[in-house]
């Protein structure tokens, strides 16, 4: 079983960037989708983008497509998301999550392990 630990987060003005990173012990990362999510309050828990065992592809919601990029370094057992030109709206706990099965999903019941969650204020 793989445990996910998520760090980088913290609070930065609309239009800076962050980096999150996930690290992955206790499985063969290698072995696993990786996925990240956000939650804010009030709210369901929202996709934001996977990336395949590989690195060979990744998927994005459109919400964050083009200011998120996914990335991995299973030499690493870390999976990271490069955030640029946050906005207030993105403030939320993000989380990384893996999957220990085949296919690309991009719902909550698709992955099988979580991480606890890294803040993220941004204001404005």
């Known amino acids: 079983q793989v445990q996910l630990v998520e760090s980088g987060g913290g609070l930065v003005q609309a239009g800076g960037s962050l980096r999150l990173s996930c690290a992955a012990s206790?499985?063969?990362?290698?072995?696993?989708?990786m996925g990240w999510f956000r939650q804010a309050p009030g709210k369901e828990r929202e996709f934001l983008a996977t990336?395949?065992?590989?690195?060979?592809?990744?998927y994005y919601a459109d919400s964050v497509k083009g200011r998120f990029t996914i990335s991995r370094d299973n030499a690493k057992n870390t999976v990271y998301l490069q955030m640029y030109s946050l906005k207030p709206e993105d403030t939320a706990v993000y989380y990384c999550?893996?999957?220990?099965?085949?296919?690309?999903?991009?719902?909550?019941?698709?992955?099988?392990?979580w991480g606890q969650g890294t803040q993220v204020t941004v204001s404005s």
């Open positions: 999550a893996a999957r220990d099965r085949t296919g690309v999903v991009t719902t909550t019941r698709g992955f099988d392990y």
């Open positions: 206790g499985g063969t990362f290698s072995s696993y989708a």
């Open positions: 990336i395949n065992r590989s690195a060979g592809y990744t």
